[in-house]
């Protein structure tokens, strides 16, 4: 019944090539060999496939080192998203359907917090943490990542929309504990909202550079982040025999981003599902 | 201004607030005696040590294959300045330090400033003193006689000349400066896509090698809180205003350095020269395969005809860092590094660092070696003759990342933007002068 | 209902710690001062004025006001233009345009950014080939009058898809009775995307906005990153934050670089209260 519009499918093709060509080329380079990476057309593949070898080489380089940023990367971010999400969760859900002294202004001081640049808070935490012997540890990326400000205002919003006052109303009279009907009631209707809260956690860890460039001395602990930007500042070193690293960042990054763009596919219908009721009342 | 005796650095006793685990008595520890040191290396023991080198495994081995009690963890945090940073935060934090590391030259006062370095002489140094090349001793030497680390590898300049350009252009290899500038003039002529050099613009490493060359003292200690800041006086203008001079006459290029347009344009024949250290002709064999075979090695041209100068950019030491609990191991360990004749030899064959020691400087087996590359020239041979010719005076500031970071935007970018390098001359000057005052020094010139 | 304080307790004691603690501990290392010799001193708010007179941190401030100037406008005006496209119907394979518009906001600054870098590259990016091939000369990508233009691009590229499936959520959100209700009265598609759309969008438009504030004055990883390729360009206070790490870093002047970072965090706010103010609805 709805008429399509041509003129508006190809200026947004238009849009799309500026949003995947990046990407493309990126794919392309990752299949280069370092010689080709200079002399061949960027756009398009040359003869010489070197894509397998190149991965080879980025996970055998270092003691194959590349696979243990991967891992960290991946354990950092499920782990503070997955324990952010749920602390939003349970605040947010505290905060839309309790009325107790201070909430508003104490949900104003936490949006507030959202402004703090992060260089003023990653210099005193890192000598905070240094303190309590937290530095080069897992917990110094994951700790500071559990607080989402924006994250509890999501489900704030998500708890009020979608959360049925009469739903409580009904647990308080059967007789269950507040947390029980948190767990057994609560949790299954805030579904969507805490996994849009899990996947914009998720996204902030993986992308985090500032914090673990900090916070951490040991390779083996890096996240792919800080990894990739010391090979790449490696091959800017010289004064050594640093070898060619060059392939190796381009198709390092290449497969750095691969489980990120699959999770976001396997997980989208939720992006927005969660977010309406966020958008809106914003 | 008489010049001190002993080059380097003073280290400042009493100052330095706030850097982790500064203790006092590693500065005026009694020797340790044989029998202590025989103790410490057969106590079980774990070392860690942070080094940028690649492979360095190998050579640890040997370390622990000679004294298995000790355990040596190595870790790879960074090259160069990202290595600093993170010393510098886990010093101050007090957690985190490794117990010996690796460090450039020019950053040892900045590190015994921050009394985060420990003196060496306890622990048997000063005997293995002339081992070393004259100038790196005292490179790593403090004004009042301490010895901060033993030196792993340098990097004395010279000059890589591509033969093939030379020939075709109708250039003899200067031996000046003044014949350098003429032929940098001749060859643009002849050909506006070739320039007889590039000064990166973003390279202070090389700028100061010059400056070392041509006798500048840009920086001294004068005293426990007191630095003389010397970067616009007559030599430091000499050198500022002839590279500035060329770059902005368009014969001389400033492109960043080890950068991936860099490594093009050396693959290409865009650099006719390429002045740099010791560790250049092994770099530039992986770098420039293409050019295989047209390359020659020469000393830098010189200021006055017939003298015999150069400085130095590169090459670094391993320390022992103060807070370590096991200050013997780690002494022994930073001394068998760089004097075991099998590991420098090692470091000189597989890893290519130039050698420090005297030893390797003369063994025919490193310097007869005769690399393709440079036409079956004898380069070590070239670069360990100007070893020998390196000033031993040039001292580094005890605050290097802010002077270099200074010179980065202002003479760097005066270079980039082929503007005023006399003035920008000044500017670092006053930046550098302000920052120390600032930070509680007491500055002259 | 005291019960409320159980569930928030949890976020709240994290909050305190992570953010409240080393904010106030900030706060205390602002107002003294340590220098390489003579130790830690009392500074009272020495470092404060010494920062608003501090040229180099007024400048990265500026450049950062002029980036936000630059490109949030471009970057919230494609995002809603493709969230409106998509969410129009008049669009074919709008799923299809809806994920890959989003998928740069999977790839994490550090590599958008090193990417970008090698597209830009004057030499062998594909941009300079494809002028070289045309007998161009290379575009200036990573010049001093390119690089803000340049980093601009780098974050609209990572940013466009997060704005947009925020503002496409809140236009799923948008009742279905009201666009009936306009398509009886006989309006087009422009005119409900004008009329209606649009001003339903306000909440969400003002959310992407506050976040924009926020994430140009804190720029740091893009450039960071592009310093390597253009050092003469990107001078270490090229944006307050560079400048902060900087000085905590390089010139060990940690109390300095407090004191910035708590200076830039007002400047956010003053900035995101500016964008409140001039955007609050006009009494009917």
């Known amino acids: ?282 | ?445 | 209902m005291k019960k409320g304080y159980l569930f928030i307790l949890p976020f709240m004691i994290v909050f305190v710690a992570m953010l409240v603690v080393p904010l106030v501990y900030a706060a205390y290392l602002s107002l003294f001062r340590e220098q390489l010799i003579g130790g830690t001193v009392f500074a009272g708010l020495d470092n404060y004025t010494r920062a608003l007179t501090d040229d180099r941190l007024i400048g990265g401030v500026l450049r950062v006001v002029r980036f936000f100037l630059l490109q949030v406008p471009i970057m919230l005006l494609i995002s809603l233009v493709a969230a409106l496209a998509i969410d129009s119907g008049l669009l074919r394979f709008a799923k299809v345009f809806r994920l890959g518009i989003f998928v740069p906001y999977a790839v994490p600054a550090v590599v958008a950014t090193l990417m970008w870098g090698y597209l830009y590259g004057p030499d062998f990016g594909p941009f300079a080939q494809l002028a070289g091939s045309l007998g161009l000369p290379a575009p200036g990508f990573l010049t001093d009058g390119g690089m803000l233009g340049s980093m601009a691009n780098i974050v609209t590229w990572e940013f466009v898809g997060y704005n947009m499936i925020i503002l496409y959520a809140a236009l799923r959100g948008v009742p279905g009775e009201l666009y009936e209700a306009a398509a009886v009265d006989g309006a087009g598609s422009w005119r409900i995307a004008w009329s209606i759309k649009i001003p339903a969008l306000r909440p969400a438009l003002l959310l992407c906005l506050i976040f924009s504030v926020i994430g140009s004055f804190q720029l740091f990883a893009e450039p960071q990153l592009l310093q390597r390729l253009a050092p003469s360009v990107i001078d270490s206070a090229y944006t307050p934050n560079l400048y902060a790490y900087t000085l905590a870093f390089t010139g060990q002047e940690v109390n300095y670089a407090a004191a910035v970072s708590f200076l830039l965090g007002l400047v956010i706010v003053i900035a995101s209260s500016l964008v409140l103010l001039a955007t609050r609805r006009r009494p009917a």
Request: overall charge neutral.
């Open chain 2, 1 to 445: 201004m008489k010049r001190f005796k002993a080059a380097a650095v003073v280290l400042v006793l009493a100052l330095a607030a706030c850097s982790g685990g500064g203790d006092d008595e590693t500065t005026k520890a009694a020797p340790a005696s044989q029998a202590d040191i025989d103790k410490a290396m057969q106590t079980p023991t774990e070392l860690t040590f942070w080094t940028w080198v690649p492979d360095i495994q190998k050579e640890v081995d040997m370390f622990t294959a000679k004294y298995p009690a000790i355990k040596v963890k190595v870790v790879n945090a960074g090259q160069g300045e990202p290595q600093y940073t993170k010393l510098r935060t886990a010093l101050k934090a007090g957690t985190g330090a490794p117990d010996a590391v690796q460090i450039e030259f020019q950053y040892i006062p900045t590190f015994s400033l921050t009394k985060s370095l420990v003196d060496l002489r306890p622990y048997g140094a000063e005997a293995q003193k002339d081992k070393f090349v004259d100038w790196t001793w005292s490179q790593v030497s403090g004004a009042n006689g301490e010895i901060w680390a033993y030196p792993q590898d340098t990097g004395p300049m010279g000059m890589l000349y591509r033969q093939d350009l030379f020939d075709k252009y109708g250039i003899e290899v200067p031996k000046t400066w003044e014949e350098f500038a003429a032929a940098a003039r001749k060859l643009h002529t002849a050909d506006p896509k070739v320039y007889l050099t590039n000064l990166a613009s973003n390279q202070n490493g090389a700028y100061m090698g010059m400056l070392w060359q041509a006798g500048a003292k840009p920086f001294a200690t004068t005293g426990p809180e007191s630095v003389t800041v010397n970067l616009n006086d007559e030599v430091a203008k000499k050198v500022g205003d002839y590279w500035g001079g060329l770059i902005k006459e368009g014969v001389v290029s400033a492109d960043p350095d080890f950068t991936d347009p860099w490594y093009q344009a050396l693959n290409r024949g865009k650099y006719a020269t390429w002045l740099t250290a010791a560790w250049g002709p092994v770099f530039l064999t992986g770098s420039a395969k293409s050019t295989s075979g047209k390359w020659r090695a020469a000393p830098l041209p010189q200021w006055t005809a017939g003298e015999n100068k150069a400085g130095n950019w590169g090459g670094s030491t391993t320390a022992v860092v103060t807070g370590t609990k096991n200050p013997v191991a780690a002494a022994k360990f930073a001394e068998f590094l760089n004097t075991d004749p099998a590991v420098t030899k090692r470091f000189a064959t597989e890893q290519f660092l130039f050698p420090a020691t005297k030893a390797l400087l003369a063994d025919q087996s490193f310097t007869g070696l005769k690399p393709e590359f440079y036409g079956g020239q004898t380069v070590n041979q070239v670069f360990s003759d100007i070893s020998g010719t390196v000033d031993t005076q040039f001292q580094w500031p005890p605050f290097l990342d802010q002077a270099v970071n200074d010179w980065d935007e202002t003479v760097g970018k005066s270079f980039a933007d082929k503007s005023d390098t006399g003035a920008a001359l000044d500017q670092w000057q006053q930046r550098v002068s302000d920052y120390a005052k600032n930070q509680g020094f007491k500055v002259g010139q």
């Open chain 1, 1 to 282: 019944m709805k008429r399509r519009s041509n003129l508006l499918t190809i200026g947004m093709l238009a849009l799309l090539v500026y949003f995947l060509l990046p990407l493309f080329w990126l794919v392309v380079a990752s299949t280069k060999s370092t010689g080709d990476l200079f002399s061949s057309f960027g756009l398009w593949f040359t003869a010489d496939f070197h894509l397998f070898q190149n991965i080879g080489q980025v996970f055998t380089y270092g003691d194959g080192v590349y696979g243990r940023w991967l891992l960290n990367t991946l354990f950092y971010s499920v782990v503070s998203a997955g324990g952010a999400a749920f602390l939003c969760a349970l605040g947010g859900y505290g905060f839309a359907k309790f009325r107790f002294r201070g909430n508003s202004t104490l949900f104003g001081v936490v949006l507030a917090a959202v402004m703090v640049p992060t260089t003023a808070l990653a210099i005193p935490t890192y000598l905070l943490f240094s303190k309590i012997d937290l530095v080069n540890t897992p917990w110094a990326i994951i700790l500071p990542s559990l607080v989402s400000p924006f994250g509890l205002y999501l489900m704030r919003i998500y708890a009020q929309d979608a959360i049925d006052d009469s739903m409580i109303e009904a647990g308080r009279i059967d007789g269950a504990s507040e947390m029980g009907i948190f767990f057994k009631i609560v949790l299954r209707s805030l579904a969507p909202g805490i996994v849009t809260v899990l996947l914009f956690t998720l996204v902030a860890t993986w992308n985090n550079y500032f914090l673990p460039l900090i916070m951490l001395n040991d390779p083996e602990l890096y996240p792919i982040t800080v990894g990739l930007a010391a090979w790449s500042s490696q091959t800017a070193g010289g004064g050594g025999s640093t070898g060619d690293l060059l392939a190796l960042v381009v198709t390092g990054s290449m497969l750095s981003i691969v489980p990120l763009i699959a999770a976001f596919l396997l997980l989208q219908r939720y992006w927005q599902s969660g977010l309406s009721a966020g958008g809106v009342k914003g």
